[in-house]
Structures are given as structure tokens and as C-alpha cells.
């Protein structure tokens, strides 16, 4: 049996996730060029009721597999149930969101069947012979894009947030619900769910900042982040910095701004000592304006910038610091 149509991984969280619809619009247009066609895979308990939404959203047909141990992510369990997914529907290309969990999933059903994995894609597309996908994502810390291919099936991939557009819902589809049924039972799980801790309302806060102050590694030590926190506190602003930023643990790990972190959307973004890897570029670039300041003049940032102040930053913060202090 052949490897035939799409399927899409629903992350479900407090609904239907964001990325979960754009990565149905983009398997929704590469089905459509294979004339195949497009399946959405839906884990959990009392899920099903998600599956019009998805057809309206251009789903052909919405796999729902539900259970009660399925309430909460593990992997053991999430595993199993894909992996039966896959041996059932054997799908030319599965896509899934690049999120916390999903990313665990990817990794660990592509280590149980041998396949490939290509992580954080920002662009999915047809080769010109239509017969192989060409898997795009950022390298060498976000300086390139590779396109990279896989000689496995399915095709897999997870996708970055906010790289494409979710299609309106058109009421007017129809559909078909499979429900596919996976054994599991507790003791196959290893884990349990006690409860959940819900995130600080300070971290939830930095989507719906007005304005953001970021630092990068031009800070040099953590120290130097009282500036960005003084800049901030003067500007009534949120404050955040870049994935090498949270790796050293200068902020919290699920605080930074990138592909693979935050994705923001202020009337002001000041990025600080960045360079611009496209990481970090593709959670901020919607910023309506976007100040940059750096020491080097050729920093991929001002490509982005809208206004940029190329000078050493230890200089120009404390100067804008006390330029405003004068103004309050």
C-alpha cells in the first residue's frame, strides 16, 4: 500500500491551538497539488467535538481517538496511539506543531519507526516533480535556511507558530469523522498527571505588551540586565531576550522571543545588543515598530529594524535611561 494524503497533528489546549490551523491551510494547499487529501488527527477524551471546526477549516477527514488516559500528554501513550495511526492510514506526510509536546512526539515516533524528523520548519513545499517535500527550517543559529528532504515515510515534519495563515472557517464543508480506537491501559503509561501549574500572569502578559525591551547577548553578563530592566520600568514595558538568553538561564526558559519561543505583537519592540538570527526574528518581525540598537553596523537586526542606533549599547541605554528620567 502506498503513502497517500496529509495528515495534521491537532493540538488541542483549551481548544484548537493556533498553529494547528495554519499547519491544516498549509497541508490543505499541499494536498490540494497531490489531488490527496487531508487528514487531521485529533488525541484526547471528549475531543470529538472538534472535528467540525476542523473540517471547516479544510480538514477531508478527522481521525478522533479518545480515552480517558488521554486526557493529559505522555508520551508513552501519544506514541502509541500516532504509531497506529501511522500503520493504519499510512499517510505521504505528516505535519504537527512545534510545541513543548508535540516536539516529544515527533522526536521520540520518529526514533520508534526510523523515520525522519525535520524540526521547526518555516516553509513547506512541493518539489517541481510533485513526488517529494522540500522540508524548510533556519541553520548555523538562524544565519541560513536549509531545505532538507527525508528518504522515509511518512515525511515528517513540526512547524514554527505564526509562519502561515490559518484558513477562514467555511461552515459549508463536508467531512468525514473516523473514530479510530487505540488500546491503552494504566499500566502502559509510567507517569501520572497530579495536576497542572498554570504560567505567572507576568509571562502570560508579554503577548499583550504594548511595548517590549529585549536584550541579546551583547549584555555580555547577566548583571548588565538591570539596563534592560530599568529601561523597561521607565517605558512601562515587558521585558524579554533571545533562545541563547534562556539557555543560560539569564530569563526563564519559556520567556524568550523566537520561532521556537514567544511570538509577539507590540506597538514597540527595542531589541538590545541582538544580532537578528532569523530564531529570534521570526517572533518579533510583526512588531509595528522595531528600534535596534548594535555595535555592528552589518547586524541582521537593522534589516528588520524600522529605526537603528548602531553605537555600544552600554553607552546609548544609560543615555535614553536618563533621557527619560528627565521627561517623568
Known sequence: MEHKNILTVV??????????????????EIADELQQEVYSLIIGHEVEEYSKDLISHGADKVVVVENEFLKEYRTLSYVKVLNEVLDEFRPFAVM????????DLGGRIAAKRRIGLIAECVQI??????????WIRPTFDGQLYSDIRTNTFPQMGTVAEDVFKALKANPERTGEVINFNVDIEMENMLTEILGNVKRSSNNLSLEEAKIIVAGGLGLKEPKNWNLINELAELLGAATTGTKPISDQLWIPADRYVGMSGRKVHPKLYIA?????????????KDSDIIIAINNDPDAAIFNVAHYGIVGDLFEVVPMLIEKLKSLV
Open 96 to 103: 504537527m506543531p512545534a510545541s513543548q509536546n508535540l516536539r
Open 125 to 134: 513545499l512541493l518539489n517541481d516533480e510533485k513526488n517529494d517535500i522540500k
Open 272 to 284: 538590545i545588543g541582538i544580532s537578528g538570527s532569523v530564531q529570534h526574528v521570526q517572533g518579533m
Open 11 to 28: 493540538e488541542i489546549n483549551d481548544g484548537i491551538t493556533k498553529t494547528s490551523y495554519q499547519i491544516l491551510a498549509k497541508a490543505r
